[in-house]
T-cell receptor
Framework: SQQGEEDPQALSIQEGENATMNCSYK?????LQWYRQNSGRGLVHLIL?????REKHSGRLRVTLDTSKKSSSLLITASRAADTASYFC????????????FGKGITLSVRP | GAVVSQHPSWVICKSGTSVKIECRSL??????MFWYRQFPKQSLMLMAT?????????EQGVEKDKFLINHASLTLSTLTVTSAHPEDSSFYIC????????????FGDGTRLSIL
């Protein structure tokens, strides 16, 4: 398995602003998954984007994938204080039971 | 709703005690489950892969005699921290892939382990 490298490590924005988080990886993938972790809790799945997809939306979330650059981005529009959390990307190789490894994540703080 | 249930969510015990953590897939069968450990303000570190009906696969540096894993059924994996010491205090999280390569993994809500 390979881990994603998230950037920036920390992001602080005002409520209502957009938050853009980036992820890079090294080798080819089957899909890439974004997760959120609230303090002291487990991971919550946000979006899975397949290697043949370029963009995916879910509510206020937009994920893009550029396999040529081996990078992905997660955009949260109109952020809310409740979006304050750590965000992780997880590139997944082929195989239904492929293990996921995680980078340091991005700590997002949304100020009310 | 939660599809992976982890129990207990929080445990405090004395040094030398063995602690068992359960991870259950609620509405799907999981031949594989994963166990992670997370120290404060750090990322999740994969400890081991739990395989139903066979031995677990441990990541480098993880003591298999310290962290016993049993995956006796298609819906339950357990992690036992044997003779726990304060340095084992951490947040332990399990996950289960749904068996479809284009479906996300489901994570438990974690177990906060504090060893006094």
């Amino acid at each position: 398995s390979q881990q994603g490298e998230e950037d920036p490590q920390a992001l602080s924005i005002q409520e209502g602003e957009n938050a853009t988080m980036n992820c890079s990886y090294k080798t080819s993938i089957n899909n890439l998954q974004w997760y959120r972790q609230n303090s002291g809790r487990g991971l919550v799945h946000l979006i899975l984007i397949r290697s043949n997809e370029r963009e995916k939306h879910s509510g206020r979330l937009r994920v893009t994938l550029d396999t040529s650059k081996k990078s992905s981005s997660l955009l949260i529009t109109a952020s809310r204080a409740a979006d304050t959390a750590s965000y992780f990307c997880a590139p997944a190789n082929t195989g239904a039971n492929s293990k996921l490894t995680f980078g340091k994540g991005i700590t997002l703080s949304v100020r009310p | 709703g939660a599809v992976v249930s982890q129990h207990p969510s929080w445990v405090i015990c004395k040094s030398g005690t063995s602690v068992k953590i359960e991870c259950r897939s609620l509405d799907f069968q999981a031949t594989t489950m994963f166990w992670y450990r997370q120290f404060p303000k750090q990322s999740l570190m994969l400890m081991a892969t739990s395989n139903e009906g066979s031995k677990a696969t441990y990541e480098q540096g993880v003591e298999k005699d310290k962290f016993l894993i049993n995956h006796a059924s298609l819906t339950l994996s357990t992690l036992t921290v044997t003779s726990a010491h304060p340095e084992d205090s951490s947040f332990y999280i399990c996950s289960a892939p749904p068996g479809n390569s284009n479906q996300p993994q489901h994570f438990g809500d974690g177990t906060r382990l504090s060893i006094l």
